[in-house]
């Protein structure tokens, strides 16, 4: 792929099923101009299923694959996009490597129930940037603080000393936490979050169906950043999730009267949202079709994945005798 060249992308876990993100990630990835080019999922009519309705949506039906394995070496492409369940990142990265591919995965990058998922996300950033290809994890929440910025900080500096991010998971249960953290930890790396942690408290509740999760994170620079996060699994459509900096709090609010549309209320103002997932998309696909492209490293990634690590000890002690086996 030349520079400025439309990507060839494949989507491994292109299955809306149980909240999966596939199916959104392939229609911007096209409105950003890519061209989605192939699918994987485990099962070849599941791909084949996928394939079909992106073809209604884009106008073009991708490729379908029975495997990634299959996909990633036998189609022409330039980039994957991961959405497949986070234990998987590891094997589906390796494949991606191996081709050439860039990479735009779902969160969290890695994962394991003990130390050495950030210094496994380290070597896969390290190993993706000498091979001169992009590697991104999907970050949503910056974009969100970044357009509260005027609403949130009507002086015009955005200090943050206090940030709470309040999510509700679709399920209940200890794999919440790598599923919902990594929101809050995208957060506070693009704050300039270090990675280490001070104090952490973390609470269960309702048959591990919410935890509280409070934290210090210290900062490169700027003073620390007192932390919360608060989950609440819930089922149903739309999901309430806020976000509160320094005092200011604002709430998503889903609008599907006239299609999918997201916006966040402050007090009374309501602040009309470009979907956070399109823009970190769009954002990949910019860096595919840079010079250079393997150059611009994601900063954040690595302090994200040390804040996810550093914290799960609390987060597993908390948990009840009884939930745990013990």
């Not at 073009?60 to 070496?73: E, F, I, L, T």
């Not at 210094?119 to 992009?134: H, I, K, N, Q």
């Not at 900096?245 to 998503?252: L, S």
């Not at 609010?253 to 209320?265: H, P, S, W």
């Amino acid at each position: 792929m030349t520079a400025g060249e439309a990507p060839r992308v494949g989507i491994i876990g292109p299955s809306r099923r149980r909240n999966g993100t596939g199916g959104f990630v392939a229609r911007f990835l096209h409105g950003a101009g890519a061209h989605v080019a192939a699918v994987a999922a485990t099962r070849l009519e599941s791909a084949e299923e996928a394939a079909r309705r992106l073809g209604a949506e884009l106008g073009r039906a991708p490729s379908a694959w029975p495997s990634p394995a299959d996909m990633v070496r036998e189609a022409e492409l330039d980039a994957v996009v991961i959405c497949s369940p986070f234990p998987h990142h590891g094997e589906h990265l390796g494949l991606a490597l191996e081709a050439g591919l860039h990479v735009l995965c779902e969160k969290p990058l890695v994962w394991r129930d003990g130390p050495g998922a950030a210094e496994s996300a380290a070597r896969w950033a390290e190993r993706f940037e000498a091979a001169g290809l992009v590697l991104q994890h999907n970050a949503q929440w910056p974009f969100v603080l970044e357009a509260l910025a005027p609403w949130v900080a009507p002086s015009g500096q955005l200090c943050v000393r206090r940030l709470e991010l309040g999510l509700s998971p679709s399920a209940a249960g200890p794999e919440m936490y790598p599923e919902s953290m990594p929101h809050l930890a995208s957060l506070l790396a693009a704050l300039g979050a270090t990675g280490e942690v001070r104090l952490p408290r973390a609470r269960w509740g309702e048959g591990l169906g919410s935890l509280e999760l409070d934290f210090t994170a210290p900062r490169r620079e700027d003073p620390p950043v007192e932390a919360r996060l608060v989950l609440r699994a819930r089922e149903e459509q739309p999901r309430p999730a806020w976000l509160e900096v320094d005092g200011a709090r604002a709430d998503r609010e889903v609008l599907l009267q006239d299609g999918y549309r997201i916006r966040m209320r402050v007090g009374s103002h309501a602040v009309d949202l470009e979907d956070p997932m399109e823009q970190t998309v769009a954002r990949f696909v910019r860096a595919c079709r840079a010079p250079g492209a393997g150059r611009m490293r994601d900063a954040t990634l690595v302090p994200s994945m040390l804040l996810l690590e550093h914290l799960w000890p609390a987060v597993r002690q908390a948990i009840p005798s009884a939930a745990r086996g013990g």
